[in-house]
């Protein structure tokens, strides 16, 4: 039972909430919900409609990511007087691509006892969906809205041993594969869009299958996107100039990682490596 006076302090629970289907949430989260004094929700009107629906009547007030420094100054002070309460966002896990985050350090560093409950969260139900037999990902979270940030982010990436999981809206999903196309080449890839709602798809298929498949269909919500990573060829070079080349032709490494990474793996001065392919680099 959830308790709390007002000459004790009170706790933060982080109550995941379904991502789609009404019926994705825990009997614990339930009796929480209603046990609480208060309820921060990132959009109270759309949360209204799931404690409705369970006939909770706790206290609701806003939390949204563009007040949450200012907001969680507030309800961490309610917490310290003694009350007891529950963090929700819109749909999945708090603070996992969603407001919540700045709220959990705060009460971390003041002390305040955070109490999180295991629930529905969109990239752990696609992963779960996709056939994915390795031992790890890589969660991005939604990448940047701007063209050249976006492509600058998957450039990096490029060489991620893991799938590499971002979530997209249904407006910049075709920009989305055409930039990942246009970097990764036609990798496989997975995506889950509507999870758990009526029109539910899940489709493994290669990026150039995904975004002709966005085009064609109307795209309906979310998406959880994986792309895997690539075929890695084997180095091949004898000498050091020799391994620099490959390096230049074949990977996505900059000149600066390209010399990080042969001076670690010969044993040998990162300036000479960098000066060596400082040359070969600007004759290419």
């Keep these: 039972m959830v308790t709390g006076t007002t000459n ?6 982080i109550i995941p909430t379904p991502i789609g289907n009404l019926e994705d949430i825990t009997l614990r989260a339930l009796r929480i919900l209603k046990e609480v004094d208060l309820i921060a929700a990132e959009d109270t009107r759309h949360s209204k409609k799931l404690l409705n629906h369970y006939g909770i009547g706790t206290h609701l007030t806003s ?3 563009e007040k949450e420094a200012e907001k969680s100054n507030y309800l961490l002070q309610l917490i310290t007087e003694g009350k007891n309460i529950a963090l929700i966002s819109d749909a999945g896990t708090p603070g996992i691509s969603d407001p919540g985050a700045i709220l ?8 305040i006892t955070v109490i999180p409950l295991p629930g529905a969260s969109a990239v752990t139900t696609a992963m779960s969906a996709s056939g994915y037999t390795g031992d790890g990902f890589l969660f991005i979270g939604f990448p940047p809205s701007k063209k050249g940030q976006r492509q ?4 990096s990436l490029a ?10 809206s249904p407006r910049r999903i075709e920009a989305l594969l055409e930039e990942a196309l246009e970097v990764y080449g036609d990798r496989q890839a997975f995506w889950a869009r509507e999870i758990t709602k009526s029109f539910e798809d899940l489709e493994a298929n290669s990026l150039s299958g995904l975004l002709e498949k966005a085009k064609a269909d ?7 996107l994986v792309i895997y990573p690539g075929q890695k060829d084997e180095v091949q070079g004898e000498t050091i100039e020799e391994l620099i080349c490959w390096y230049r032709d ?3 490494l900059s000149l600066k990682d390209v010399s990080n990474k042969l001076a670690a793996d010969l044993g040998i001065s990162k300036s000479v490596v960098y000066q060596q392919a400082l040359s070969l680099w600007n004759n290419a």
């Design 104 to 111: 959990v350090k705060n009460a971390h560093l003041q002390g």
């Design 159 to 168: 060489n991620s041993q893991y799938p590499v999981v971002f979530y997209e």
């Design 152 to 155: 600058k982010l998957l450039t």
């Design 218 to 224: 109307p795209n309906r919500g979310e998406f959880v």
């Design 63 to 65: 939390y949204y990511r």
């Design 250 to 252: 074949n990977s996505e």
């Design 8 to 13: 004790i302090q009170g706790n933060l629970y």
